[in-house]
């Protein structure tokens, strides 16, 4: 029996590319819902506060993918906090009330972007969140971890780095934390398949870019996750190759300029 995945956010830019592979990959039964359907691309209809819809989506769901998010940081209040933080919670609520295993949340770099770029921090290093959407990211993985410290499901929580959708690192910062297609949906598998017995994860989602801003090589023995591109190779072609490259690399690792 195949296993059975629902994607939130399966119309959004990492979501679709996601949504996409699972299905092509034929070995998972695989839901897509967003905000508005999309019969062509039978994506279900899906507002992420509604307890009752979320309760049917996850009835006999094996993993949930949580990529859907709200990204306007200038209503925290009114928008990043109800599509966010409670959304999540109503998920959570939903996923564990019918035997969901596993829950893998796009979180974000943001939610450590006030490192600066000379430290590497390691996942489990305190929050540095640079905007009220990273924040919210964090709470996410908090609320993750709690969950899986009672016991109730398994949480994973894939901080994702630069993910243009192209071929290629744009800027100087992406190419510190850029992640491919392939290796996107490769990790995304790899977090899929982990072992059940792991109840709470925290990683970096990056391709194995040679100067990388976290460490990501642990990742291959712990979850299989090996991946196959370069954002700093690729940056330097794209450069030699006289193509525009933003010059936007700031001291912290999320680009903010203060």
């Given at each position: 029996m195949k296993r059975k995945l629902l994607i939130t956010g399966a119309a959004g830019r990492i979501g679709n590319v996601i949504y996409q592979g699972l299905k092509e990959d034929g070995r998972y039964e695989v839901s897509g819902a967003d905000i508005q359907a999309d019969d062509r691309q039978e994506i279900l209809e899906l507002d992420i506060t509604d307890d009752a819809r979320l309760?049917?989506?996850?009835?006999?769901?094996?993993?949930?993918?949580?990529?859907?998010?709200?990204?306007?940081?200038?209503?925290?209040?009114?928008?990043?906090?109800?599509?966010?933080?409670?959304?999540?919670?109503?998920?959570?609520?939903?996923?564990?009330?019918?035997?969901?295993?596993?829950?893998?949340?796009?979180?974000?770099?943001h939610a450590t972007?006030?490192?600066?770029?000379d430290e590497k921090p390691d996942p489990l290093d305190p929050y540095r969140p640079d905007s009220f959407y990273g924040l919210s990211k964090c709470y996410i993985e908090l609320l993750g971890r709690l969950y899986a410290?009672?016991?109730?499901?398994?949480?994973?929580?894939?901080?994702?780095?630069?993910?243009?959708?192209?071929?290629r690192p744009h800027s100087e910062r992406a190419g510190h934390i850029w992640i491919s297609e392939r290796d996107m949906l490769q990790l995304v598998i790899c977090c899929i398949e982990a072992d059940e017995r792991m109840p709470y994860l925290?990683?970096?989602?990056?391709?194995?870019?040679?100067?990388?801003?976290?460490?990501?090589d642990y990742l291959e023995a712990l979850?299989?996750?090996?991946?196959?591109?370069?954002?700093?190779?690729?940056?330097?072609?794209?450069?030699?190759?006289g193509w525009k490259v933003r010059q936007d690399e700031t001291a912290y690792q999320g680009g903010q300029k203060l």
């Open positions: 309760a049917e989506l996850t009835q006999n769901v094996d993993t949930v993918l949580h990529f859907s998010s709200i990204k306007d940081e200038e209503d925290f209040l009114g928008k990043v906090l109800p599509g966010n933080v409670s959304g999540a919670y109503k998920l959570f609520e939903a996923a564990v009330q019918n035997g969901v295993k596993r829950i893998v949340f796009a979180s974000s770099n972007g006030f490192y600066k770029t410290d009672q016991g109730k499901i398994s949480s994973f929580n894939i901080r994702i780095g630069n993910f243009p959708g192209d071929d925290n990683l970096y989602g990056t391709s194995a870019n040679s100067d990388n801003y976290y460490n990501i979850i299989g996750y090996k991946p196959l591109d370069d954002g700093t190779e690729l940056l330097e072609q794209a450069k030699a190759a």
